[in-house]
């Protein structure tokens, strides 16, 4: 069975940094585009980060020049850096697959994605 689990969330201070990790099982992270997604209350779920089978990257806006995102095949994780992270940046986060085979895309649009995690808490505060 499809599984995807993050973890790494917590409370932070602006300016500092985080690594989210989102550890897939039942398939392999080299078929798959991974995608990080976060919403906060009252907002609409909305793509931070994604990655293809490939390793293609893409970022919103919001997040260029401060996330990372990154895959370990052989532990079928995918990463999250966050740094200079802001207030602005709290919320939920949730990473989400879809297979694409070798070679495929990837998107930054959550009805892109069939297999989402639980979500893990991130927290910008003084």
């Known amino acids: 069975q499809v599984q995807l689990v993050e973890s790494g969330g917590g409370l932070v201070k602006p300016g500092g940094s985080l690594r989210l990790s989102c550890a897939a099982s039942?398939?392999?992270?080299?078929?798959?585009?991974i995608g990080w997604f976060r919403q906060a209350p009252g907002k609409e779920r909305e793509g931070v980060s994604c990655i293809s089978s490939g390793g293609y990257t893409d970022y919103a806006d919001s997040v260029k020049g401060r996330f990372t995102i990154s895959k370990d095949n052989a532990k079928n994780t995918v990463y999250l850096q966050m740094n200079s992270l802001k207030p602005e940046d709290t919320a939920v986060y949730y990473c989400a697959g879809r297979y694409t085979g070798y070679g495929g895309g990837t998107s930054n649009s959550p009805d892109w994605y069939g297999t989402w995690g639980q979500g893990t808490q991130v927290t910008v505060s003084s």
């Open positions: 039942g398939f392999t992270s080299n078929r798959y585009a």
